[in-house]
């Protein structure tokens, strides 16, 4: 077919789209969903992005135990890397609008609770109480021209505060083992004896929480307490062994002890492994 066919074909069908108003709207349906999908696509690979960053974030605090590295550092540093995310989520926030959120909302829900994570672990950290939605969502309002904001779901802040559990269980096994890292004002990394407590209480407090929630909560959060659930079984295994047979094993063995008990230990995180993420 040659170049001379081609047009007269084109040409046809845009002489059959004027008398046509039934394939002029399929058309105008054509091109409002590729522009959909389009944007759905590049939501996607934003909140890869956020996913990842915020994960790297999540290990970069955890060398407060693993290597000994100063908190205050690692603070320091994981608010420049949470920085760096949040221009992600203003480029999401971007995206949606003039548009309905919750259209495009299963695009980037895992990305926003992978940052609320980081960003509730970090707060943790720094002040030993859990960040609220209000806090996070005053955190992702963007001045500038022009001016948006992200507003974080109860739902993502919700699994995301879940997922803090799990970290915070590694931290706790951590620092059984005498890495400290539990926050509470201490400089450097030096052991804490009441860490490993103070993180079991904290834990009981939020599985307690979630409790409460019962059946009302979103479907995902029957798994998700079930894993927290645990978590804070392998807590309190830590905070046992600690207890009873502190005495009997030095410190440095304990960990390893918690972890034949299948309380995961610190290994895991010291050669990056978490979730079947070592690879990020």
Not at 78 to 93: D, G, H, N, Y
Request: proline share 3%.
């Amino acid at each position: 077919m040659g170049e001379r066919d081609v047009q007269m074909r084109q040409a046809g069908k845009d002489e059959l789209l004027c008398v046509s108003p039934l394939l002029a709207s399929f058309k105008g349906f054509q091109l409002e969903l590729d522009a959909r999908h389009d944007k759905y696509e590049r939501l996607v690979r934003l909140s890869r992005d956020v996913t990842i960053e915020s994960k790297r974030t999540i290990f970069l605090l955890h060398r407060a135990t693993v290597s000994g590295a100063r908190l205050e550092d690692l603070l320091l540093e994981s608010e420049s890397k949470l920085s760096a995310v949040r221009q992600k989520v203003r480029s999401i926030a971007l995206e949606l609008q003039g548009e309905n959120m919750y259209q495009y909302l299963r695009a980037f829900t895992a990305g926003l609770q992978e940052y609320v994570e980081a960003v509730s672990f970090r707060h943790f950290l720094s002040t030993q109480t859990l960040i609220t939605r209000e806090e996070v969502n005053q955190q992702l309002v963007f001045p500038g021209e022009p001016s948006v904001s992200l507003e974080i779901t109860l739902t993502d802040y919700i699994l995301g505060v879940a997922d803090l559990t799990g970290e915070l269980m590694r931290l706790c096994i951590a620092s059984v083992g005498g890495g400290g890292g539990g926050g509470g004002g201490s400089g450097g990394c030096e052991p804490d004896p009441d860490t490993p407590f103070r993180l079991c209480r904290f834990l009981r407090e939020v599985y307690d929480g979630f409790c409460f929630l019962g059946n009302l909560g979103p479907y995902e959060l029957s798994r998700k307490l079930h894993v927290l659930r645990q978590s804070l079984s392998k807590c309190e295994d830590a905070c046992y062994a600690l207890r009873v047979r502190g005495s009997e094993v030095p410190r440095h063995m304990l960990a390893d002890l918690v972890s034949l008990r299948g309380g995961g230990g610190t290994r895991g995180l010291a050669e990056g492994e978490r979730d079947g993420d070592a690879g990020l």
